[in-house]
Every structure is written in C-alpha cells, then in structure tokens.
C-alpha cells in the first residue's frame, strides 16, 4: 500500500498541472461563450446548405476533439501525453499490448479506477491509450474526420458504433471530469455526441485535409 501511494505521487508531482480554455461564439447571437462550452448542434439548423452545416458541427465538435484531454490519449508516437500542455508522459512510459502500456509499467499500476485527486492522479477502470491507428497529435480536424470514419483504423465502427462510442463511452465521458489541474473537454459528453450525431445526419462530410 505504502510503496503504491508513494509511486502515485511521484507520478502526481511529474506530471504537474496546467491551463487552457476554449471560447466559442454563439452563431445566433454574436455573444461570446463561457469558457469550455460548446454551441448546441440546434444552434447550426439554420445553415440550409446540407455540406456547409455538416462541416460547422464537425468545427463544433472538433473543439473536444482536439482539446488535450482526447489528444493526449491519441498520440503520434507510443508514449501518451499529459497535463493541458500535452507533454510526453512522465515517468517514461509506452503504448505496449492493446495501448495497456508495457507488463512491466502497465497503466494500472499507477491509473487506478477512478481519479486519485488528492494526488492529482487521474484514473478510469479502462484507462489506456487509443491505437495508433488512430493517432490524432499532429493531424489536421479534416485528417481526424476521415480518420475516424474509417473501419479499418477505427476498431472496425460503422457509423453507429462510432456515434455510441464518441457519445456514451465512460472513458471518453471521461474527459469532462478529470480531475484537480486539468481542464475538462468543452461542453458536455452529451452536447458532443449531439453535435456529431448532427454531423452524421447531415452527411458526415469532413473538413478538407
């Protein structure tokens, strides 16, 4: 017990803390938005062009999805990234089997199953990373979009499963509660899945590369 709280702290200490937020405007009104939210997918109805509309929600919704809360569980390289500055992990640690990290450092040893706040350790029952199939640092919204539509890089998801997973996945919801010294994604887990669920009908059209 002793030997596990003293590596969640050290953990805690590397890791160290920092800041951002995402302000958006509201279409309708031209009034700025509270910090971290998002625009409602109702707010773009009365975009009439179908494309135009699909390509302003998948804008909207790519506020979380390139917020560091999803980005540093989808890094380029297999070493995941931390805190709202999105740096490489510390301690040192790899993507290993199924994104778990390696048997020697797998994630669990320090990510238990929910956050640790008092040592500012975050924590989910499946905490590991996306697969590299579906690295988004460094990649454009329009490369993320076709990325994710993809089955042959997205775990094999039609468009449904993908709906379901962005939308009602615990490790994704995740990302709006993650803890001391973190910023939750924009929004609610819910507002984005209605944003791309929007998307979805509107013809899941993606930003140019």
Sequence with gaps: ????????????????????????????????????????????????????????????????????????????????????????HQPLVVRGDKGHGAPSMACHVCHGNANYDPARVPGHPEWHLAPDSMAWEGKTLGQICEQIKDPMRNGGKDMAALLRHMAEDSLVGWGWSPGPGRSPAPGTQAEFGALLRAWADAGAHCPTP
């Design 1 to 88: 017990m002793g030997a596990h709280f003293l590596v969640t702290v050290t953990v805690a200490l590397l890791a160290g803390a920092g800041s951002a937020v995402l302000i958006g405007l509201e279409p309708s009104f031209g009034q700025p938005l509270q910090p971290g939210t998002l625009r409602s997918a109702s707010a773009f109805a009365g975009i009439t062009d179908q494309r135009a509309r699909a390509l302003a929600l998948f804008e909207e919704a790519g506020k979380v999805i390139t917020h560091p809360r999803c980005v540093n569980c989808h890094p380029a390289t297999d070493r995941p990234l931390q805190t709202d500055r999105m740096r490489p």
